[in-house]
Nanobody, 115 residues
Framework: QVQLVESGGGLVQAGGSLRLSCAAS????????MGWYRQASGKQRELVAA???????NYADSVNGRFTISRDNAKNTVYLQMNSLKPEDTSVYYC?????????WGRGTQVTVSS
């Protein structure tokens, strides 16, 4: 079993910053691809950022240049530094991890950006 626990969400004014964390635990063998999706109310879930086991990163166009994904392999933790936040970034942010062909999800953390 793989467990993912997100933290760091909250309410912030437009232009502000937040840092999300996602700690993975359980039956994880070696370093796995991880990342973040988000889902706003009434919208489909969308990929925000991803990081491979080798550290390569990928971002949605809407967050490129404002968000940074990183990982601490010793802690099985992935981070999402979010700067210059906009009201349209308001969503529930979900962490994921891919292990042996199976995608595991966290329960999500709410990020609300006020204008």
């Amino acid at each position: 079993q793989v467990q993912l626990v997100e933290s760091g969400g909250g309410l912030v004014q437009a232009g502000g910053s937040l840092r999300l964390s996602c700690a993975a635990s359980g039956s994880i063998f070696s370093i796995k691809p991880m990342g973040w999706y988000r889902q706003a109310s009434g919208k489909q879930r969308e990929l925000v950022a991803a990081i491979t086991s080798g550290g390569s990163t990928n971002y949605a166009d809407s967050v490129n240049g404002r968000f940074t994904i990183s990982r601490d392999n010793a802690k099985n933790t992935v981070y999402l530094q979010m700067n210059s936040l906009k009201p349209e970034d308001t969503s529930v942010y979900y962490c994921y991890l891919v292990d042996r062909g199976v995608t595991h999800w966290g329960r999500g953390t709410q990020v609300t950006v006020s204008s």
